[in-house]
């Protein structure tokens, strides 16, 4: 299942991506007959109420969709897509996850997952203009897999912890270098915004399979800058998921960004910063693929 969220005239909606179509999550719900739950207008809802389902309402919305004519939104295109997630209560990211970007960075791998965070402010969807040239000169790309929570999840074992995820979507953890370095602290860099893309969709655990077999790529303006696996993650996105509930609960549709791998602009000689009109591609295997513009300052 792929899941989006896209405008409304009332504000954010849920909605399921089948095809090249969107679909309301709401009126599939109740077409399909399986809003025993409630009927949720937004992801971050359908989760909480949901979140333990995700494997069989994927069948039965796509055996309904050729039968459902109310609950249909329009193309890809037409619907006005945001990002997956509009309103997660905590945006909560792994920097230095690959041993080649540490490499690249000097630095001693971690022992432990190195956690910062983002703001929902940040975030913007997958065919949203990147924010951030007004305020920085240093703009750095990086492509990472994002993970969204599907049930809450406290103290839970590696074991158990993907159990607790949704499932994945692109995301590109935009920097403003020169704000990222002018303290000890990442949180300036990271905080810029609408400058945080990603999407198109979330899709679920049961459409990828493994987490950790994932080719990622990123490029800029075609040329490519990053390419990796999930395999070569030092902490891998079960390790992540544990070691962050062991603090703190997660909840629904609470975002987790697991790290960049090596070919970051600020580590290349002469460093490569993304400017207005640049394109910025993330490719995930089997995820899909988030692609936005740099907008004017």
């Known amino acids: 299942m792929k899941l989006v969220s896209y405008n409304h005239p009332h504000g954010p909606r849920g909605g399921v991506l089948i095809g090249d179509a969107v679909y309301d999550l709401q009126g599939l719900l109740a077409e399909a007959d399986v809003a025993d739950r409630g009927a949720p207008s937004s992801v971050r809802e359908f989760l909480v109420l949901y ?9 039965v919305f796509a055996s309904s969709a050729d039968n459902v004519i109310e609950s249909h939104v329009g193309s890809i295109a037409e619907a006005g897509l945001l990002g997956p997630v509009t309103d997660p209560a905590k945006v909560l990211c792994v920097g230095l996850n690959y041993k080649d970007h540490v490499a690249e960075t000097g630095r001693a791998l971690p022992e432990y997952p190195d956690v910062f965070t983002k703001f929902a402010s940040t975030l913007i969807g997958a065919f949203d203009e990147i924010g951030g040239a007004e305020v920085s000169d240093n703009l750095d790309f990086e492509g990472e897999v994002a993970v ?3 049930r809450r999840a406290s103290k839970v074992s590696e074991a158990e912890a993907l159990d607790y995820v949704a499932g994945l979507a692109p995301l ?10 002018r303290g ?10 609408g400058s945080t893309p990603w999407g198109p969709a979330l899709v679920t655990l049961d459409e990828i399979g493994d987490p950790q077999t994932l080719e990622l790529v990123t490029r800029v303006n075609d040329v490519e800058m990053q390419r990796s696996n999930t395999r070569h993650q030092i902490f891998p996105i079960a390790t992540i998921v544990s070691y962050l509930s062991g603090f703190l609960t997660l909840e629904p549709g609470d975002i987790i960004a697991t790290g960049t791998p090596q070919g970051i602009g600020a580590k290349r000689n002469p460093p490569v910063w993304i400017v207005p009109g640049d394109t910025v591609e993330i490719e995930i295997e089997r995820v899909g693929t988030l692609r936005n513009r740099v907008a004017a300052a």
């Open 51 to 59: 979140g333990d389902r995700l494997r069989e309402l994927s069948g």
């Open 184 to 193: 000890t602290q990442w949180t300036a860099g990271k905080a810029v915004d």
């Open 172 to 181: 590109n953890d935009v920097t403003a270098r020169d704000l990222q370095y």
């Open 148 to 150: 969204v929570i599907g």
